[in-house]
């Protein structure tokens, strides 16, 4: 990756919360400077409300964490986000996201030996990514394993997340680790 268009913060840059929020983030996703937090920590309250936002569908929200992780995933590598693979994939395994399962998300919906619930979100994840929209039979397939309220919430994890990787991509977020 290239040289990023918005170096990180300092204290007078984020601001005495935002840093405050960064070392504490840094510390949970064991870096010295999680770079994401750091340069998006620059938009002051903007920041702080997409913390808010991200938090309610990951680490808090209603689709289980090993599913939401591998809707991350997925996401992370189409639009090929290292920086969201890096973190992602060491998150996922401590929810039982295993290197093996890892691959198959790679490979993708079609890959054998995924269950038939991990394919059919795998499948909506692409075809989200792809059409903007689901299908009605893909929308019929999720909503057989998502209540109403997790549906709203997938929609939501797609799209932040792919937002997410858009935004380190454009700003050239430098990796972690």
């Known amino acids: 990756m290239s040289t990023p268009r918005i170096p990180t913060g300092s204290f007078k840059q984020l601001g005495p919360i935002n840093w405050v929020l960064c070392r504490v983030l840094s510390k949970v996703a064991g870096t010295p400077d999680a770079h994401l937090f750091s340069t998006v920590g620059r938009a002051k309250g903007l920041f702080r409300g997409w ?9 808090g929200g209603r689709i289980p ?8 995933n997925r996401i992370a590598y189409l639009r090929d986000c290292g920086y969201e693979m890096d973190h992602h994939s060491r998150i ?19 890959a054998e030996g995924l269950s038939p619930k991990h ?10 990514l792809d059409t903007k929209d689901l299908s009605d039979p893909t929308w019929k397939a999720l909503s057989q394993e998502f209540d109403e309220r997790q549906m709203i919430e997938f929609l939501f994890l797609v799209a932040q997340y792919d937002g997410l990787a858009t935004t380190i991509g454009t700003l050239r977020v430098e990796r972690d680790f």
């Open 119 to 128: 394919r059919v979100i795998l499948t909506a994840t692409d075809e989200l």
């Open 51 to 59: 913390l808010i936002f991200s938090g309610r569908m990951m680490p």
């Open 92 to 110: 996922g395994r401590r929810f039982g996201v295993t290197a093996e399962l890892l691959a198959l998300v790679h490979e993708g919906p079609t």
């Open 65 to 72: 964490p090993k599913e939401t992780e591998l809707v991350i």
